[in-house]
């Protein structure tokens, strides 16, 4: 499914936005004549109110994509300054592609194209290690003061490798995606959908031990099933053309991890609903900002979700936020921080902070609006400050040794078990649930018959900006 509004979403309210531009492998292939390089950092700022008008004229999608796509590969020419990098690797439009010609240094480098399925590494990709920038958004009025601020400006640059490191991983997770979103089709195997994008992202990310990989088991919740189910071992169920699924995968360079989900429908009835969620997603984005209430953030994304209606098969339903379902703030190898980002209002008032990352991520139902845990369980993960208990089952002590080595503190399902060669683990498992050490994670699911929907980004509170690392040109 792709992109309605986003480009009109992310640039009103008056927050300076710019998008985000992504390789895209496919088109890729055919872009290799385009030799523009890299707009100069300032082409992109003069630009920017040019852009936003252009933006909001919202190109056709193809069109879009074509644009979007003679960027491909080009963050090898950014800047390391992420400050006056602004946006290097903006291109929201057709008429900043015409204009950025004129600014385009003259520096000709070939080309790097992804293959289809993608193969080619975000190292090889981007020689020079340096990787593009997620969507810019100044701070709201209160800390806008923090954009121009000499002290913020160079606390900033001090934290460049690890926006680096983070930035790599979004580059892979839009690849990934991108890559699903033109293949995955009904007919396809969960596991077969799965195995995609695992190990694109693999492959991507050059998946190595704790120091890159992925960041948690792909989601690939169906219809009423709002999140934590990926396939188990022999799970036959197929992809329906009717199906509403939510694809959430995470990726990983050293801990930093991307959260970053969509929601993939065929059958256009369900349009309303996914807009709904996108809608409420980029609002809660809108609204995250140091010294913001996370209360505020809920009741924001609450009043925008409840504002869409969808009709399927002859019912009319107003749109609900599944109100025990959360975004988060996100640790190093920690997918849960410790802050919660509500997606209804009456939520806890503590703030968000300086250097913080967090999922913003919304899901939209037809039904209660509340999940519960139901089916087989897949995803696990090892308790953050696990106590030291001894073990008594003998499997469980050699799995928690494999769990430790292999995933460490981030999750994992039963599939990651099997590839890493453990065999008749689950008496282990339930063992190491039992005594605390490993917390399981059952899918999550509204009422029968329901329908839901989930899109997710993931930002950083920068010194002087909010990034949003895994904005695309799909959403
Ligand atoms: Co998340």
Known sequence: MTLE??????????????????????????????????????????????????????????????????????????????????????????TTATKKKKKKNNKKKKKVTQTEPPTIPMTKMFPSKIYPEGEQCEYNEENLWRTTNEEKRALERQMFDQYNDVRRAAEVHRQVRQYAQRNVKPGMSMIEICDMIENGTRNLVEANGMESGIGF?????????????????????????????????????????????FTLTFDPVYDNLLAAVKDATNTGIKEAGIDVRLCDIGAAIQEVMESYEVEIEGKTYQVKPIRNLNGHSIDPYKIHGGKSVPIVKGGDQTKMEEGEYFAIETFGSTGRGYVHEDMECSHYMRVYDAPRVPLRVPKAKTLLNTINKEFGTLPFCRRYLDRVGEQKYMLGLRNLVEVGIVDEYPPLVDIKGSFTAQYEHTLVLKPTRKEVLSRGDDY
């Open 5 to 94: 509004n986003t480009t009109a979403d992310i640039t009103d309210k008056g927050v300076n936005t710019d998008k985000v531009v992504n390789t895209d492998a496919e088109t890729q292939v055919q872009d290799t004549d385009n030799t523009s390089d890299q707009p100069a950092a300032s082409a992109s700022k003069k630009n920017k109110k040019k852009k936003k008008t252009s933006a909001a004229a919202a190109p056709a999608e193809g069109e879009t994509k074509e644009e979007n796509n003679n960027e491909a590969a080009d963050g090898d020419d950014d800047d390391e300054d992420d400050e006056d990098e602004e946006g290097a690797n903006n291109n929201a439009s057709g």
């Open 217 to 261: 088991p792909t989601g690939c919740s169906l219809n009423h099933c709002a999140a934590h189910y990926t396939p188990n071992a022999g799970d036959k169920t197929v992809l329906q053309y009717k199906d509403v699924c939510k694809i959430d995968f995470g990726v990983h360079v050293g801990g930093r991890i991307i959260d970053s989900a």
